[in-house]
């Protein structure tokens, strides 16, 4: 693994916002979380903006309706055939290029989400294209659009370092009954798109609930980003492994489906009691400290802008929290 070279005790965001003008979802992101700000996208803008539609936009033989669902002619789509709608001027990455431009420049750290390959095939075989042929075809469009985002994030800011996350809540099923592809395939093909990122950019994996970590693991992330109560420490071994060879974790330590009360620290006792947990089963304290950070727990299109807000607003507590404790522990902290 790569080393990841980021300051410890960075909040940063997943995926959606609420907004609906992209320029204002920029400054927000900036604003609220200026060391590690998050690429939005906004469905609530355009429904083409959901992360399937994102993913899928190119795809010979798909179209992408404008509410956001997939028209698809089996027959012609074939994974040796090129995206028809290649680079980010269409019209699902109005997000994205807006804050591309706002961070022109940049030479601080930034994020960008991308939809998965796992999620991606599930999404077309659901509507009807055979799984070997959904899986192939996703695979080679994740690649394409990944050399495309991170091209795009090069000419805006040459300087920054940028994290790329692959967004996968379709792991969360990986060993369910019916999963249509067999799990040492599945990770072959997360694997193989963190691969095509690490190369120009630090790879992180989200997947937003429970799932089969230790397997999860193997794909090779240098971040993994869970929701904290998302079973981490069922899979102790696993994580302290992760964590001796380098990997950082992104703990989804604020809520966005329930009420969150006035302060934070409710919250902080409860990734604190996570990490009781991951260290009473031999996880490093020094380094569940040193390599983590802190987002909310899935995107936040399902709240409004003030919620929002306040969702970024505990994360960003939280993390200066984590910083603290670094510091009170003779760590070098970084820019």
Avoid: N, Y
Avoid at 124 to 134: F, I, N, S
Avoid at 152 to 161: D, K
Avoid at 232 to 253: K, N, P, Q, S, T
Wanted: hydrophobic letters at 50%.
């Amino acid at each position: 693994m790569r080393e990841v070279l980021l300051p410890i005790g960075l909040a940063t965001g997943i995926g959606s916002l609420p907004h609906d003008d992209a320029r204002e979802a920029a400054e927000f992101v900036l604003d609220r979380q200026p060391r590690l700000p998050a690429a939005p996208s906004l469905p609530r803008r355009s429904p083409v903006e959901g992360m399937i539609p994102q993913a899928a936009w190119g795809i010979a033989g798909v179209v992408v309706l404008p509410d956001g669902s997939l028209l698809v002619d089996e027959s012609v789509i074939d994974p040796e055939l090129p995206l028809t709608e290649s680079g980010l001027d269409g019209e699902p990455f109005v997000g994205l290029r807006t804050f591309l431009e706002a961070a022109t420049g940049r030479v601080a750290p930034f994020k960008i989400q991308i939809t998965g390959p796992v999620t991606l095939g599930l999404a077309l075989h659901a509507v009807g294209v055979a799984a070997p042929r959904a899986f192939a075809v996703a695979a080679k469009a994740v690649e394409a659009r990944t050399r495309d985002v991170v091209a795009a994030a090069r000419r805006a800011a040459p300087g920054a370092t940028t994290v790329v996350f692959l967004d996968e809540p379709g792991l969360t099923a990986a060993l369910e009954p019916g999963f249509p592809w067999p799990l040492d395939d599945t990770l072959d093909l997360v694997s193989s798109a963190l691969a095509s990122i690490e190369g120009h950019a630090i790879a992180g994996l989200h997947c937003c609930g429970r799932a089969d970590w230790q397997a999860i693991l193997q794909a090779g992330p240098q971040i993994l980003s869970l929701p904290v109560d998302a079973g981490a420490a069922d899979h102790v071994g696993a994580f302290a492994g992760f964590l001796e060879r380098g990997g950082w974790i992104a703990w989804g330590a604020v809520p966005t489906d329930r009420p969150l009360g006035e302060t934070a620290e409710r919250l902080w006792r409860r990734l604190m009691a996570e990490w009781d947990a991951l260290i009473d089963g031999g996880c490093d304290p020094l380094l569940l400290l040193q390599r983590a950070m802190v987002t909310p727990a899935c995107g936040l299109v399902g709240l409004d802008p003030p919620q929002a807000d306040r969702v970024l607003e505990l994360a960003g507590h939280l993390a200066r929290r984590i910083e603290t404790e670094a510091v009170d522990a003779g760590l070098d902290v970084g820019a």
